[in-house]
């Protein structure tokens, strides 16, 4: 193998190859962000180490020499072969799989449909999605990235807060006609469609709702009740009657009119965030899922913030 003590720094070829390729010092500092005098004196360094000279300094520029010509072919090939090498690297990195473990109905309502984006972005990834509310074990599940409403205390881990989640009350227009709902009394006149498991992570909860905005006069008893918190959404779209809502599961039935808000009332209900393990994060692939993540999130809270603006003048949001 070649003893790589016996060759000239780096950067002075590169001064060196700049240099041969504009046949000029201050156009070769000019690419380089340096002095004229800076270049000049490297190539003098450089020469001085190789034994020989490799221009001949001419009143309008520079001309190789022999050696110097020689030198150049070297130089230009290994450049070549040294981008060709990284650019490999750097695309094997990122293609294959990349198992993404995601809460199922957010996954189906928030996720699926902004994937083709993810997949025009990045065509060499491969993304398996784990539709389950277990929190990943990532070693034995094998599982790369997670997206979770749930945060772990672990040190260990990157937990990326993606963005806070509302919900509010949701209706399908056309019930919404018949009811005239104006006030929460008036939801005496239909059901309230339940979260099955209310006490869950990423579920919705009437009673909690009620207690947020201070009103203790609405009865919650009675109406179906649906899980996971996707299938409540679909009761409410179709109909069945009126639904507490997540806005990351209802924000496209809300933009494409199959529900709206017959309230303006809206309350936190936490951070939903990606996580993988620490030391991960900078894997190409993680990397560039966490990147798109950030974005498409970023967008999601836009929308958001416009669409419950377009729905009533004045957002109440209770803590």
Same mark, same amino acid.
Not at 104 to 131: C, E, Q, T, V
């Given at each position: 193998m070649p003893d790589s003590r016996h060759l000239p720094p780096l950067d002075s070829l590169r001064y060196f190859e700049a240099s041969a390729r504009h046949g000029s010092f201050t156009r070769a500092a000019q690419e380089l962000c340096l002095t004229q005098s800076a270049v000049s004196q490297k190539i003098l360094a450089l020469e001085a180490r190789l034994g020989y000279p490799l221009f001949e300094r001419l009143p309008r520029g520079l001309r190789l020499t022999r050696e110097g010509g020689r030198l150049l072919q070297g130089v230009s090939a290994a450049f070549e072969l040294l981008t060709n090498t990284m650019h490999t690297i750097r695309s094997e990195a990122q293609e294959g799989t990349l198992k993404v473990r995601v809460m199922?109905?957010?996954?189906?309502?928030? *996720?699926?449909?902004? *994937?083709? /984006?993810?997949? =025009? =972005?990045?065509?060499?990834? /491969? *993304? !398996?999605?784990?539709?389950d509310m277990t929190p990943a074990n990532f070693k034995a599940d094998e599982v790369d990235v997670a997206v979770s409403c749930e945060w772990i205390d672990n040190t260990r881990l990157l937990q990326l807060q993606l963005f806070e989640d509302v919900s509010y009350p949701v209706v399908n227009p056309q019930l919404q006609e018949v009811l005239k709902l104006k006030d929460y009394i008036d939801l005496a006149r239909t059901q309230l469609l339940h979260d099955s498991l209310p006490q869950a992570n990423y579920s919705t909860n009437w009673d909690v709702f009620f207690t947020r905005i201070s009103r203790f006069d609405v009865s919650t008893r009675g109406g179906a009740a649906f899980s996971p918190a996707d299938l409540v959404i679909q009761a409410a779209c179709g109909g069945q009657g009126v639904s507490l809502a997540r806005h990351s *599961?209802? =924000?496209?039935? !809300? =933009?494409e009119g199959r529900l709206m808000r017959p309230f303006p009332d809206v309350i936190q209900e936490g951070a939903v965030y990606l996580v993988c393990p620490l030391a991960d994060q900078t894997r190409p692939r993680v990397a560039a899922f966490i990147e798109w993540m950030r974005a498409e999130a970023e967008d999601h809270v836009r929308c958001r913030d416009a669409a419950l603006q377009l729905s009533f003048d004045k957002e109440p949001v209770a803590a």
């Open positions: 199922p109905s957010f996954a189906k309502r928030w *996720l699926m449909p902004r *994937l083709p /984006r993810f997949s =025009a =972005a990045y065509p060499n990834i /491969r *993304l !398996l999605i784990d539709g *599961l209802c =924000a496209d039935d !809300l =933009a």
